[in-house]
């Protein structure tokens, strides 16, 4: 390809709200251009990423078994409805009527097309275990689209549903996926990635792994044991956290005044925060008058989707107005109003005396001890882990990363085969629903997190099996006609010989030709100048290392034929 | 691929819809399942066969310069507003609000995506001419979707955009465009495809072509010449009429009572309809009481494509209800009500005395002489060209085919690039808007197309350059050893042979097998048997020619792999 004929333009600055890393470089090196909030176009070099991502991802799919099929992006709401998610999915889906009046939408994920496809196809255990996956167009109605391609609305995705006769099958065969998925990352260059359990939330399965890239930019927060190998999306991670000792006293009913907080009340007491009581007030989704009060230790927070998982309900923040109680602030679990929904951290139930709030004004208890005040309470893990905090496996010391959701794997059990009435013939003749797994990779978040994880302060470092072009050949002095000449020899053997060649073919400075092959990432630059013809030689950097050599000018074919079969090889080791 | 687990239902019956064979044949081998009206899931079969396709479609767009990226299928009404056809359009384009309430639309086509991408990026002459081209997902909300994946709300699409400097230079890559679409109709497989010139409608262009597989099932009527190559869709295609000879008459009102058709008319007066002027009656779009009135030859018909043209307005059928003349059904040119638009055919210029209303109840005129009685009258090409008029290229006789849109390219010229602020410098530093050509395919219609010219009265017969499988290896009796043995062993040979395989591996009834391969449509079918072991032998059918011979065992790898090439080799010539 010759780059003077590329629709691709390199700047020098970013947009104004590419904030990290990846979402610099890939605008910077003319990758991407932004349409609307959250919505991209790929140019040429990000197109040619992105189907060698697809390729992989294939290869690896069909090497477990898949079929790839194709579902719709458009789907009628009827469809959804059996399986309760045209209402139970909030404004991130998009629904529109069509001429005819009838309601539709854009799929964000597949599960109900997947099992449309499937029922009555595969009517017999023989069938299965079986695996139909599609790449296709999503668009999910994010909030705050953000970070360039991290967090987008529509999207490329690879999503995947496998369908068992026992759920030992399904085990089986979600293992052999988890394989897969190590297996793509590893192959399309990312390096410090990590699956942890997580939480399957609309999904409505139980098991679930998140495949996370750690890097300091991420939105999820990952509790990790520096210990044994533990690790657990905050959304679920459990931690055993100090126990907050201290002899037990008498309930007290005390003057606290104006002071509040957990931070004055405490002060004002001459207290650490492990010895009181935080309440954090929330509503139930979509009913602001049925109050949620969540306490736990004053020095941890709540984790709201264990909370949400405890109560079986969608909290939001509490926006005020309905009790007095709450009103003055100095919320406590003894005789609290019964209409409120109260839970309690299994934190509390160890410390002996606690302070809390009094439900009036200008008072609190201290003292309280819920074994004795209250040993009807009933206990359970709502609270976020802190990094120090013990591991619940082995005893060792928690800590906490950010990372990037590259990938996820569900076993959904049979949600969607029950409710959309998919049955199958046991041998001996019993009807059965199928139990389900599915498993996604977003397309272009794997672009980014490569961007980001690999980037440098000159540009993108492309791992040489998804790189638009594997060498970026820049001439020096074109103008030059030996230069011109032996550049223009050298990429025609190039392509002869199958290697794909990003070609420098401008008339221009070397600084810009090197700025823009740096910025562009190609994992091999050859230099072709008035200074290595003198020696008939070429001049090659591998981007990754920076590090350059000299080569024969007849050599060169068969170097880069070697760099490039020797990158494979580490990619798919 | 093992058939047992092959996520695909062969069916005895179609869907009830389904009446053309490519509908039909699609449905029964189990290539496509409905989801909604004109809106399909592709099993793998299918899906492998699109993307066949799409490769072909990509080597030949790379091959002409073509640069791959991807737009968006959701856009903002803001970029659609700058062509002004998010006004123009109609209830065929989806238009939804997002979560901010913010005007979005579905993308059928991409003109104001890919101007969005170039502009700015493309900034100097010497980047041009250039192409970009994606393939993706497009909606579009037909009002009738029909034939299987002939018609269908959601499809995938290659539509590619060029951009030039000149009208010379678009016309140049048009023409190398159009060569390009030639060699994919015919590397897919398709046999009996024409290109016509068409009316470029919405598109906004002039010079405009389509390529049609002609079939009796197509939807587009097309003038073809017996003669010579002369041939243009319905909608552009001109003629040569014979000329209606006869006396100049004087004007005459004749009393005609309650006959107000042609025929009944024509038939009172003694005259051939050909000596009569017929009136159409339409309203302008949006604007009901704004009628026009289209004249034409008694015995011809009006082309509303080439009325629209001259009047340069959207037309739609006329309800009735605004004028006395009209109601009265007698409309004739002589004296007609002069607020009312009224366009003549250039037929009527010729006849020396016709029958025309005299728009009023139970009247018409005889005698009536265009060049004497309405000398400013100005003529059209307003009418349907017939079977059997005369070519305007060489004088032969014309007939009139049925045919399926399969692919189509415009001169767009700078419709686009002019309303959205596209420009770039020219070698003086001066600006123009470049100028663009547009060229698009369906991925699914041309499935259908094959489907619908090769299949038989058995079922798919699909070319072995688009065939999801070269070869279906079919065991007769694999419950014998020997049998499952040598058809295993062969199995792996071809794959690792580098030859797709479809196995059935059922233990079923010969002629079961036989009506699946049969219907499924792979291009070679090897048949094991114990009669064919017993000579060790396999069978090799061709499923095109129905020819059926044994090879040795030891053979059938090299045999299978020299048909293949010849038919590949066949397809590319």
Redesign the interface.
Known sequence: ?LL??????RTKDAPQDAKIKSHILLSRA?FI?Q??GG??????P???M??KIQNIIREEMDAI?G??????????RE?WELSDRYNTIG??M???K??NN?D?L?GMTHEE?AV???N???SSY??LP?M?Y?I??K?R?E?RPRGGLIRV??F?MKDAYSFHTTKEDLEKYYYRCFDAYNRIFKRIGLKNFIDIKSDSGMMGGSIAHEFMLLTEVGEDSIVLCNDCDYRANMEVAEGRINKAECEVEPLTEVFTGEDKTIDEVCTRLGKKAEFSCKAVVYAVKGNSEEVVIAFTRGDLEINEAKLKKVIKRDIVPYDGGVSEVIACGNIGPYNIDKSIITVYDKSLAEVNALIIGANKPEYHYTGFNFKRDMPDAEFYDISKVRAGDTCPVCGGKLRIENGIEIGNIFQLGTKYTKSMGMTVANADGSLFNPIMGCYGIGVGRAIASIAQESGDEKGLVLPMSVAPWQVHLCPLRIDNEEVANKAYALYDELKKAGVEVLFDDRDTAAGIKFNDADLMGMPIRVVVSPKSLATDEVEITIRRTKESQKYAYSDAVKVIKDIIAEQMSELNA
Chains 1, 2 share one sequence.
Request: aromatic content about 6%; overall charge positive.
């Open positions: 390809m003077s004929k590329l629709v691709c333009e003319g251009k349409v609307a919505i991209y176009s790929m140019t040429m990000c197109q040619r992105s189907k078994d079929q790839e099929v194709l579902f719709p992006v458009v789907m009628p469809l404004s991130e998009v629904r529109f069509d001429r009838r539709m854009l097309a449309h496809l499937a009555h196809i595969v023989t069938q079986m139909i599609q296709q167009t668009f109605d909030a609305r529509e490329t």
